[in-house]
């Protein structure tokens, strides 16, 4: 089933919502149908304008796919709580919807869906470009409860939205994160940013996907001792300037270098003055690095 959104439901992404197994989400594709598909993955608690400038910079050569977890941005509540079996299977459909395969871009802690799209299913992945990711030292969790609470969170979200709360709380909350990890401001109409962070559906979603965190990065580890990474090209971006102890600058860096170290085609690029939205910020480092990693296929 696919429904267009001529006016992005009247937040102005445009799109379509389309099944993506069990689920339903909201995509927006720009540019040339023959050109080299791109997938774009957003990070906790994102909506799909986060990649507004990179995706102005990537659309004039390249296919791209930008989408909204469920939930998040215009996409429909989840029929499933946020898991790294989910939000993977998600990634799976919307790739293999391209017919050939694509290239992933993930910022933050979508980077463990991409990651684990590429061990799970790697004919359907050309090479990633993971920008900022996360990344855990010790992804050990003792209690499971994200799938328990995430009923909590949404009853939560639901009663902020039927009082109205949450057009003033979800904004707010979006500001006060983006103060924190961009020096730019949003790249869409404060009404699009206040439509979307103002439903009380989305409140819930990201306090779901916060809860589900330390058990995705957990499953993505017991993942890696299971299935290897393709040797696919591989480039990981690294935000510096929000870090301002030495010593956590140093542990990220490290963290980034092991990801890049999975393949033989992997590089790292490091951004000492970038904060945490480099998608916002810093697009032409993003649409370098899917030039870089295109031109490891072509050289590999």
Same mark, same amino acid.
């Given at each position: 089933m696919t429904r267009r959104l001529e006016d992005g439901g009247g937040a102005g992404g445009g799109g379509e919502i389309v099944n993506a197994g069990r689920e339903q989400v909201h995509v927006v594709e720009s540019g040339p149908p023959d050109g080299p598909p791109l997938l774009l993955s957003s990070g906790l608690g994102g909506a799909w304008f986060d990649w507004a400038p990179t995706v102005a910079l990537l659309r004039g050569a390249h296919r791209v796919t930008v989408f909204d977890r469920p939930g998040l941005g215009l996409s429909p509540a989840g029929v499933a709580p946020p898991s790294l079996r989910?939000?993977?299977?998600?990634?799976?459909?919307?790739?293999?919807?391209?017919?050939?395969?694509?290239?992933v871009l993930a910022h933050s802690m979508a980077a463990f869906h991409a990651e684990a799209l590429a061990r799970v299913s790697p004919g359907l992945v050309r090479g990633l470009v993971l920008v900022d990711p996360s990344f855990e030292h010790d992804a050990r969790v003792r209690?499971?409860?994200?799938?328990?609470?995430?009923?909590?969170?949404?009853?939560?979200g639901a009663f902020l939205g039927a009082t109205r709360l949450a057009k003033t709380a979800g904004p707010f909350g979006r500001?006060?994160?983006?103060?924190?990890?961009?020096?730019?401001?949003?790249?869409?109409?404060?009404?699009?940013?206040?439509?979307? !962070?103002?439903?009380?559906?989305?409140?819930?979603?990201?306090?779901?996907?916060?809860?589900? !965190?330390?058990?995705m990065a957990a499953d993505l580890a017991r993942l890696r001792e299971r299935r290897p990474f393709p040797a696919v090209p591989l480039v990981v971006l690294t935000a510096l300037g929000d870090m301002a102890d030495p010593a956590r600058r140093r542990a990220w860096a490290r963290g980034h270098e092991r990801l890049a170290a999975m393949s033989p085609h992997g590089s790292r690029i490091e951004l000492p003055d970038a904060l945490h939205m480099v998608p916002l910020d810093r697009p032409d480092a993003v649409a370098d690095a899917v030039a870089d990693a295109h031109r490891m296929e072509e050289s590999a």
């Amino acid at each position: 089933m696919t429904r267009r959104l001529e006016d992005g439901g009247g937040a102005g992404g445009g799109g379509e919502i389309v099944n993506a197994g069990r689920e339903q989400v909201h995509v927006v594709e720009s540019g040339p149908p023959d050109g080299p598909p791109l997938l774009l993955s957003s990070g906790l608690g994102g909506a799909w304008f986060d990649w507004a400038p990179t995706v102005a910079l990537l659309r004039g050569a390249h296919r791209v796919t930008v989408f909204d977890r469920p939930g998040l941005g215009l996409s429909p509540a989840g029929v499933a709580p946020p898991s790294l079996r989910r939000d993977t299977a998600i990634l799976r459909a919307l790739a293999a919807r391209a017919r050939r395969p694509v290239t992933v871009l993930a910022h933050s802690m979508a980077a463990f869906h991409a990651e684990a799209l590429a061990r799970v299913s790697p004919g359907l992945v050309r090479g990633l470009v993971l920008v900022d990711p996360s990344f855990e030292h010790d992804a050990r969790v003792r209690v499971r409860a994200a799938a328990a609470l995430t009923p909590l969170a949404t009853a939560f979200g639901a009663f902020l939205g039927a009082t109205r709360l949450a057009k003033t709380a979800g904004p707010f909350g979006r500001r006060t994160v983006l103060r924190h990890t961009s020096r730019r401001d949003e790249a869409v109409p404060d009404g699009v940013v206040r439509s979307v !962070y103002g439903r009380g559906t989305v409140i819930g979603t990201v306090i779901a996907e916060d809860l589900a !965190y330390r058990e995705m990065a957990a499953d993505l580890a017991r993942l890696r001792e299971r299935r290897p990474f393709p040797a696919v090209p591989l480039v990981v971006l690294t935000a510096l300037g929000d870090m301002a102890d030495p010593a956590r600058r140093r542990a990220w860096a490290r963290g980034h270098e092991r990801l890049a170290a999975m393949s033989p085609h992997g590089s790292r690029i490091e951004l000492p003055d970038a904060l945490h939205m480099v998608p916002l910020d810093r697009p032409d480092a993003v649409a370098d690095a899917v030039a870089d990693a295109h031109r490891m296929e072509e050289s590999a």
